[in-house]
């Protein structure tokens, strides 16, 4: 009786794990017990070829998971008339697709069709940051590929220009906290952004000053220089941090100096509780690498409607 009850509890719960599309670190463990290392290979080597990598797969892998869960809904092309979130309007930032491409293609040639390529960019989100001198971590998997991708939902991505409100809120809406909100900004320890992006603090700010006084001067004069009021060069922006390849605790240290790009980072320093974190993790880059992982499993574990293992992460299948 005792061990029937006992197989009931087990069939119950595997059940509802199922169900719940529970996450596992072993999740490839008999069924491809080589994909994660092959991942690493891929985004090491085209990292050497282009610096500007890591930064673009951490991006995407925020990008997929903040819309719709993390399904890789950010991989897929636009197709017929359907604008596909590659499309969207924030798009500017999201490119090196081709590292996950690859990665994919490497993966099934040894385990045709069992990694999920919102898993791959969930591992090679890690391996970017793990390559660039951060911590590295265990990476939950079991992720399903979904089969819808809109540009227009890229609206919900938080804007640069939000304050500390938005971004709660933004955050709460998908199971996430102001603690890890602070956190997954030192994401900003990487990367690059267009003028576009920063526009509305160095120009116009408000009725009353140009630029925003929360910014350090000379670092706006900076800006205004590379970035002018009608600014023609596309390709114009700014590093994220002063150690754009190299995942640090940098980001917080300039925050603190007024010297973050965004309004967004610069929120950070409007609540009390949110301003704490922020100078702990200028202090000590061991609190802020705990931190990140604990937040980016977090934020990778935001659950899809995914269905299917994508044979080609731009397509659906069939
Ligand atoms: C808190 C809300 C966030 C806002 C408002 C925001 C906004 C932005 C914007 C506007 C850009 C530059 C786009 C461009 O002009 O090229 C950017 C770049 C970037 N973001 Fe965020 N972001 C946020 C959170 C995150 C998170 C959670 C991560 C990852 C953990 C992240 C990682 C990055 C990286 C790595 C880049 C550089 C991309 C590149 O150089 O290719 N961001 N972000
Ligand atoms: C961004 O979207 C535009 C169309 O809205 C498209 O022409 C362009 O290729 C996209 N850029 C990237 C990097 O996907
Ligand atoms: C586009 O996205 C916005 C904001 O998420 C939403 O309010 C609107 O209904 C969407 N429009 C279409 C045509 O889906
Ligand atoms: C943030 O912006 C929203 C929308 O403009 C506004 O309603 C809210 O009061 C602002 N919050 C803070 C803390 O400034
Ligand atoms: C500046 O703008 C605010 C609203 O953004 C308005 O209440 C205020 O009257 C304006 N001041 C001047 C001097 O125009």
């Known amino acids: 009786?005792?061990?029937?009850?006992?197989?009931?509890?087990?069939?119950?719960?595997?059940i509802n794990l199922h169900s719940s599309n529970a996450l596992s670190v072993n999740y490839y463990h008999q069924t491809c017990p080589n994909a994660e290392?092959?991942?690493?290979?891929?985004?090491?080597?085209?990292?050497?070829?282009?610096?500007?990598?890591?930064?673009a797969l951490l991006?995407?892998?925020?990008?997929?998971?903040?819309?719709?869960?993390?399904?890789?809904?950010?991989?897929?092309?636009?197709?017929?008339?359907?604008?596909?979130?590659?499309?969207?309007?924030?798009n500017i930032s999201l490119h090196a697709f081709y590292v996950i491409d690859n990665a994919k293609k490497e993966v099934e040639k040894m385990c045709p069709g069992v990694v999920s390529c919102a898993?791959?960019?969930?591992?090679?989100?890690?391996?970017a940051v793990a390559l660039s001198g951060g911590p590295s971590w265990d990476v939950p998997k079991g992720r399903k590929d979904g089969k819808i991708s809109k540009a227009n939902d890229t609206r919900q991505l938080p804007f640069p220009t939000f304050n500390i409100s938005q971004l709660h809120q933004s955050f709460s809406q998908r199971g996430l906290s102001i603690d890890d909100l602070v956190a997954l900004?030192?994401?900003?320890?990487?990367?690059?952004?267009?003028?576009?992006?920063?526009?509305?603090?160095?120009?116009?700010?408000?009725?009353?000053?140009?630029?925003?006084?929360?910014?350090?001067?000379?670092?706006?004069t900076s800006l205004r220089q590379v970035c002018p009021m009608h600014n023609k060069v596309k390709s114009a922006g700014a590093n994220l941090d002063s150690s754009p390849t190299v995942f640090d605790n940098a980001y917080y240290k300039l925050l603190?100096?007024?010297?973050s790009i965004f309004s967004s980072d610069?929120?950070?320093?409007?609540?009390?509780?949110?301003?704490?974190?922020?100078?702990?993790?200028a202090t000590s880059q061991q609190e802020f690498y705990h931190a990140f992982v604990e937040s980016m499993i977090r934020m990778s574990s935001i659950s899809g409607t995914g269905t299917e293992i994508r044979l080609n992460c731009g397509v659906v299948n069939h």
């Open 185 to 220: 900004s030192g994401g900003h320890t990487l990367g690059f952004s267009h003028c576009s992006s920063f526009q509305n603090r160095i120009h116009n700010f408000n009725n009353i000053t140009n630029v925003d006084p929360s910014m350090s001067p000379s670092f706006a």
């Open 256 to 259: 603190l100096q007024g010297k």
């Open 1 to 14: 009786m005792a061990t029937i009850f006992l197989s009931l509890v087990t069939i119950f719960s595997l």
């Open 59 to 90: 991006r995407m892998h925020f990008h997929d998971c903040f819309i719709k869960g993390c399904d890789a809904s950010v991989l897929l092309n636009s197709q017929g008339n359907n604008q596909a979130e590659k499309d969207g309007p924030p």
């Open 119 to 127: 898993d791959i960019l969930a591992l090679a989100a890690k391996d």
């Open 266 to 281: 610069q929120a950070l320093l409007t609540t009390s509780r949110t301003k704490a974190l922020v100078t702990k993790f």
């Open 37 to 55: 290392s092959t991942i690493t290979k891929v985004v090491k080597k085209s990292m050497m070829n282009d610096r500007t990598v890591p930064a």
